[in-house]
């Protein structure tokens, strides 16, 4: 496989670390095989966009889900450093409302496996960063649904000491109730 697999606190929610070739003209990694993938993951997953995102350092993206055609997703950075969350909103699930969050990096390669049903976000902790992803369903706007970043139920631990800049989409997130979002 050309990666190490790891669980997070969240079931289904994966932390992939590539193999990594290297020397003094540079590196080489696999950054996707399809078939090690679904291994890794023990399902079947098809990607049908590519996202490729630049942001500035503050900036905070999320936390994003739809309510209907929900997106799996395999993220990464490729330049800079960004601290990215997954929340758990399947409301069958035993680790509903919680989240996971981890540093990826252009540096360590990371990649992080978002199923589809989680609320999905980041936050730029460098100058800049580039951020790509692969999703498992198109977007569709008029289903998409942010949660508030700062949800007091959720008390996600942004490793930050600053004030994130948001997007004008993304101010009017809602906290994490069954009412607010399942309604929409």
Do not use: C
Not at 79 to 91: L, S
Not at 118 to 125: D, N, R
Request: no cysteine.
């Amino acid at each position: 496989m050309p990666y190490q697999v790891q669980p997070t606190t969240i079931s289904d929610v994966l932390l992939l670390t590539p193999k990594v070739f290297g020397d003094e003209r540079g590196f080489f990694f696999e950054s996707f095989n399809q078939r090690d993938f679904e291994q890794a993951v023990g399902q079947r997953v098809t990607f049908v966009q590519d996202n490729h995102s630049q942001s500035q350092r503050g900036v905070l993206r999320g936390l994003h889900f739809q309510i209907q055609h929900p997106q799996g997703k395999l993220v990464r950075v490729t330049a800079g450093e960004v601290f990215d969350v997954a929340v758990d909103i399947r409301t069958n699930s035993p680790t509903f409302g919680q989240w996971t969050g981890h540093h990826l990096s252009a540096q360590n390669k990371q990649q992080l496996w978002v199923p589809p049903g989680l609320a999905h976000g980041f936050v730029v902790l460098s100058h800049t960063a580039e951020f790509l992803y692969k999703t498992t369903d198109y977007y569709y706007p008029d289903h998409e649904r942010s949660l508030v970043w700062n949800d007091p139920d959720l008390a996600i631990d942004w490793p930050m000491d600053f004030e994130p800049t948001l997007s004008n989409k993304d101010q009017p997130g809602q906290a994490l109730t069954l009412a607010q979002w399942r309604a929409a």
